[in-house]
């Protein structure tokens, strides 16, 4: 599978580009792209993660910008993007749209600001309820053909939704992408919850990390890094126990929280996405070490970071 085969980690470009609007980047933002794809190669991370509206398009603008002064760092990546999320636009609301003439566009202007032929992987963003999965089927056998992508992935589904639509295609589904994190725990309590009052709030749909472990569709965790919640960001028993666990292990407290994710069987692949060259550097142990982390304290982390001990 492309989308993890360099790496245990992906570095998630949203954060780069500039402000959230449709103003022009700048030669500061390009800059500052540059110092974060750097701190990412160094940290031994290869996979790339983009979707079309990051930063209305600027994030992989920039990234274009730098591909295009370093050309033969094409071949050292794998390059992954999404589509299929409309931003609000004058009186249209925000939408989705997996229409085939759509993700066909959507891909073309995706190449043109990333300024490569192909992309590594696709993901379909977010479902489309509109769009029937023999359209979309269809958009994606054209890509395929073309050379223009050479797999496909989905991001916030459920192994239902998957099932469903890999029925209609001729090549594998090869990624899910879920916010997963020690804050975000639905996706591991929805399994021990199972036959307690509890499970009804549990809104993750169970069985989806059962389903793609067992169908060869690797999971990519985004919001890995609970925007710092447990690193430093707010005071919580989590953090300090991160904190002491990092100091433990000889290993920042970044690399704890990613740790945790990768300790899971699953095979988690966690999406980090900070622009930050520091915090960067602060995860490479989550590519260059096994996560350290016993059984136990795996446990201890779950529950000091839910408040309450497990059913």
């Not at 031994?44 to 050309?71: C, M, N, Q, W």
């Not at 992954?80 to 066909?104: A, E, N, V, W």
Request: with cysteine; aromatic share 6%; net charge negative.
């Amino acid at each position: 599978m492309t989308g993890t085969d360099n790496g245990r980690l992906v570095y998630g470009c949203m954060g780069l580009g500039g402000t959230w609007d449709a103003s022009p980047y700048t030669a500061a933002d390009v800059g500052r792209a540059e110092a974060a794809i750097g701190a990412a190669l160094d940290a031994g991370i290869t996979v790339f993660d983009h979707a079309d509206i990051y930063r209305h398009g600027k994030s992989e603008a920039v990234f274009g910008e730098v591909l295009a002064a370093s050309p033969e760092l094409r071949q050292r990546i794998t390059l992954q993007t999404k589509c299929g999320i409309r931003l609000p636009d004058g009186g249209r609301p925000g939408h989705y749209d997996l229409r085939g003439p759509s993700i066909l566009r959507r891909v073309e202007e995706s190449l043109a600001r990333l300024r490569t032929d192909r992309l590594d992987v696709l993901l379909l963003h977010r479902p489309d309820p509109l769009a029937g999965p023999e359209e979309i089927a269809e958009a994606l056998g054209t890509l395929h053909r073309q050379g223009l992508v050479r797999e496909f992935g989905v991001s916030n589904m459920s192994a239902a939704q998957i099932a469903h639509l890999q029925v209609h295609l001729d090549v594998p589904l090869v990624v899910n992408q879920l916010e997963m994190s020690l804050d975000r725990r639905d996706w591991v309590e929805a399994g021990v919850l199972v036959n307690t009052t509890a499970a009804a709030s549990n809104g993750f749909p169970h069985g989806t990390v059962e389903y793609c472990t067992a169908n060869g569709i690797a999971l990519q965790a985004w919001g890995a890094l609970a925007r710092g919640r447990f690193t430093g960001s707010e005071p919580t028993p989590a953090g300090e126990l991160v904190k002491k666990l990092a100091a433990r292990k000889g290993t920042t407290p970044e690399t704890i929280v990613l740790w945790w994710l990768q300790r899971h069987p699953a095979g988690i692949a966690p999406v980090i996405g900070t622009a930050r060259p520091e915090r960067i550097t602060a995860c490479r142990d989550a590519v260059r070490r096994e996560p350290e982390l016993s059984h136990e304290e795996w446990y201890e982390l779950w529950i000091a970071a839910r408040g309450a001990p497990l059913p």
